[in-house]
C-alpha cells in the first residue's frame, strides 16, 4: 500500500491540509509528512487517518493501491 498516494488523494478530495489532517489524528504536520516520506505508520494511526477522512479503513487502504 502507497500511504503517500492515499493521503494525497483524500486531502485533496476533502480540501484539506497536512496540518489539518494532524489536528484531527491527535499529530504534528511533520508526522504526517513523516508517515507520507518513508510510507509506515502503525495499524491504530492508519485508522485515524481514514477516521479524520470520513471513510472506512478498506476506502482508504484502496487509494493507496
Known amino acids: 500500500m502507497n500511504l503517500r498516494k492515499a493521503i494525497e488523494y483524500f486531502l485533496n478530495k ?4 497536512q496540518a489539518e489532517l494532524g489536528i484531527l489524528i491527535g499529530k504534528g504536520q511533520p508526522h ?4 507520507m516520506k518513508h510510507n509506515n505508520c502503525s495499524h491504530e494511526t ?3 487517518m481514514a477516521d479524520g477522512f470520513g471513510v472506512k479503513l478498506s476506502t482508504f487502504v484502496k487509494a493507496g493501491e
Open 14 to 17: 476533502k480540501g484539506m491540509t
Open 32 to 35: 504526517i509528512s513523516r508517515i
Open 46 to 48: 492508519m485508522k485515524k
